[in-house]
């Protein structure tokens, strides 16, 4: 009967784990490209008003 190849296992489960953070890697690099390139808009939270000055006094109570 023969032997199990515990290094040939091994190696092979580094490989896919290698490979996987490579590419998770490459989907942050492509979203963080992506993100770049879009235009931002300050769009203020629903239900928070915001001052003159930018202060937030959205539910405040007096």
């Known amino acids: 009967m023969a032997k199990p190849n515990y ?7 580094d490989l896919a784990k290698k490979q996987k953070q ?3 890697r490459r989907e942050k690099l492509a979203n963080k490209a992506a993100n770049a390139n879009a235009p931002q808009t300050d769009v203020p939270e629903e239900g928070v008003s915001q001052g003159v000055n930018g ?3 959205g539910t405040a109570l007096n």
Do not use: S
Request: charged share 60%; aromatic share 16%.
């Open 7 to 13: 290094q040939f296992e091994k190696r092979q489960r």
């Open 55 to 57: 202060q937030d006094y």
């Open 22 to 24: 490579e590419e998770k």
